[in-house]
């Protein structure tokens, strides 16, 4: 289901991806307050796990997370850094009470991954509502954006890949 994602990943940085083994979820990253998993814990357990050769590492995961200043984010990454997160978890269309639909969840997912990394590399958010380094707030913004640079952020990344 995933193995769209490596390919998408080179065409948009240049680097070749791998898919690695699952890693599990520490169990200090879930806010029983919130019954949310905070993106901070779980961006740190991934660098754990970062084999030695990666550049840039994101993790999936289907829980709901959150950083303490917002309800919820789909996803967080290190700016410049070398790790990522991104969950399915309100990318599904049974989130919002509509049947499941593997193609439109893997269509967002591949935006929010390519958005994350983006981060990775020194890429901040973009007015562009099209492009993939919009910040998105809503399930509606995600589907709006693309999964490409627009024409400026496109500049900025040679920039700094
Ligand atoms: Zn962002
Ligand atoms: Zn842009």
């Not at 990943?9 to 699952?22: A, G, T």
Request: hydrophobic share 40%; net charge positive.
């Amino acid at each position: 289901m995933l193995c769209f994602l490596p390919k998408k990943i080179e065409m948009r940085f240049d680097y070749s991806s791998e898919i690695l083994e699952k890693i599990g979820i520490p169990e200090r990253a879930f806010d029983l307050k919130r019954n949310q998993y905070s993106s901070t814990q779980i961006l740190r357990n991934i660098l754990e796990f970062t084999p030695e050769n990666a550049l840039k590492i994101i993790g999936l995961i289907s829980v709901d997370l959150y950083i303490p200043v917002l309800t919820f984010v789909f996803g967080q990454a290190q700016l410049n850094g070398k790790a990522a997160v991104v969950s399915i978890h309100r990318l599904r269309q049974e989130y919002y009470g509509l049947p499941p639909n593997n193609r439109i969840l893997l269509k967002r997912l591949g935006k929010e991954v390519i958005h994350e990394l983006g981060h990775t590399f020194g890429m901040v958010h973009c007015w562009d509502t099209r492009c993939v380094m919009h910040f998105s707030n809503s399930i509606r913004e995600i589907d709006v954006k693309e999964d490409k640079f627009c024409e400026s952020c496109s500049k900025i990344l040679l920039s700094k890949l």
